[in-house]
């Protein structure tokens, strides 16, 4: 994982089980729901209302075709 100015890379491994939007729902929920807990205070300063969203709906997926993973582990750590 690495953090931009305004997005995150991630390399994930995942099986055919699971779709890739529900993977970025729960990594959107669960960070969500982490942040507000430890920084609620903080956040409040600059979100309002019922609603604790921090993330907008769209996102970008690709698989990593034939490069290899240590190629996108280091294009990703290289992001930051």
């Not at 953090?3 to 390399?11: V, W």
């Not at 959107?28 to 709906?57: C, D, M, P, V």
Request: charged share 25%; aromatic share 12%.
């Amino acid at each position: 994982m690495e953090i931009d100015k305004d997005h995150i890379h991630f390399l994930i491994k995942a099986g055919p089980s699971i779709s890739i939007g529900e993977i970025v729902a729960r990594m959107k929920q669960i960070s969500t729901n982490h942040l507000w807990e430890s920084n609620g205070a903080y956040l409040k300063k600059f979100y309002w209302g019922e609603k604790r969203k921090l993330w907008t709906g769209g996102y970008f997926a690709s698989t990593i075709g034939e490069v290899s993973e240590n190629t996108v582990m280091e294009y990703i750590k290289n992001q930051g």
